[in-house]
């Protein structure tokens, strides 16, 4: 089984590849670094360590564009190495991939990342360290098909049984996937789209060009930026208390001052609340309390 150090200086994009590698079964461990000089750190230590030791690192996924070094300069460095491990880029641009691969790359996989085309870049690298190399089964493999062999010359096919009549169509009524798209928020990981409620969103916090869902159960990377949702759900009692966070005004706990300094807590969050928006935030506040 692999153990794999994926790369990049994007904490949400790294969290989504972290998770798609961990969910394969053929990685035993998936570990992730948000530079250039950590990525670097970790590979010394593993090839200091040996091929079979506890630091062993198979297989690098690493992005391009990076802070510093890039993607490819890592490459270069750890071609260096006697025994270096195996390279997956993992990027947004698709003008790289001849230098990737005179790089001796095994794979060169576009974002966004699809779960089948990260699947099938362990495949291959799996394939080239020689271990198992079968994609994991999944569900939509659906059940084996039948041969039909042509009917020998002089033979009668068969009878084929009467199929049943088809069932009625039915409508599904609009109302249905307007109030879905008006209460709830689609979001995705790992291939898996869930539709969470919009009413169990507490607080969102801006990450980038990604915005951060947070629930009581946990939380959610949507590919939206905070001034798109803070437009779309104003009129659900959402306020922006920060350039960082959007919050569900009735989830607000308590309103803190303190040494001219302002912020709200959220369940267990402590959220800073800027200037330019405590003023509005406490009327809003005092209206939504007094009804």
């Known amino acids: 089984m692999l153990r794999v150090l994926a790369v990049d200086d994007e904490k949400p994009l790294l969290e989504e590849l972290l998770y ?4 394969d079964p053929r990685v035993h461990s998936a570990e992730g670094a948000s530079d250039a000089t950590e990525a670097l750190r970790r590979v010394t230590r593993a090839l200091e360590s040996g091929p079979e030791g506890p630091d062993r690192i198979d297989v690098v996924f690493l992005d391009i564009h990076m802070a510093g070094l890039t993607g490819l300069d890592i490459a270069r460095l750890l071609a260096g190495f006697a025994r270096p491990p195996l390279i ?3 990027t947004a641009h698709e003008g790289f991939a001849v230098q990737a691969f005179d790089l001796k790359a095994v794979d060169y996989v576009l974002k966004p990342v699809r779960p089948e085309r990260l699947a099938e870049a362990v495949r291959r ?3 080239q360290l020689g271990g198992p190399a079968g994609a994991p089964a999944t569900a939509a493999s659906g059940p ?3 041969s039909q062999a042509p009917a020998a010359a002089g033979t009668r096919p068969a009878p084929q049984p009467p199929q049943p009549p088809l069932p009625p169509h039915r409508t599904v009524p609009e109302v249905t996937v307007a109030d879905r798209a008006a209460d ?3 979001v995705e990981l790992g291939g898996v789209t869930r539709f969470v409620a919009i ?3 507490a607080y969102v916090e801006a990450q980038g060009d990604y915005a951060r869902l947070h629930t009581d159960g946990g939380s959610h990377l949507v590919r939206i930026p905070l001034s798109t949702l803070e437009q779309r759900w104003a009129a659900r009692g959402f306020v922006r208390i920060h350039r960082r966070h959007l919050v569900a005004l009735g989830r607000i706990d308590e309103l803190r001052l303190d040494a001219g300094t302002t912020s ?3 369940g267990a969050a402590e959220l800073q609340v800027s200037r330019r928006h405590a003023r509005e935030l406490r009327d809003l506040l005092m209206r ?3 009804g």
């Open 88 to 90: 997956v880029f993992v």
């Open 288 to 290: 939504h309390a007094t």
């Open 144 to 146: 084996p098909v039948r």
């Open 264 to 266: 709200v807590r959220v």
């Open 184 to 186: 709830q928020i689609a």
């Open 20 to 23: 798609l590698l961990r969910s």
């Open 199 to 201: 009413a169990d969103i």
């Open 125 to 127: 690298a799996c394939a």
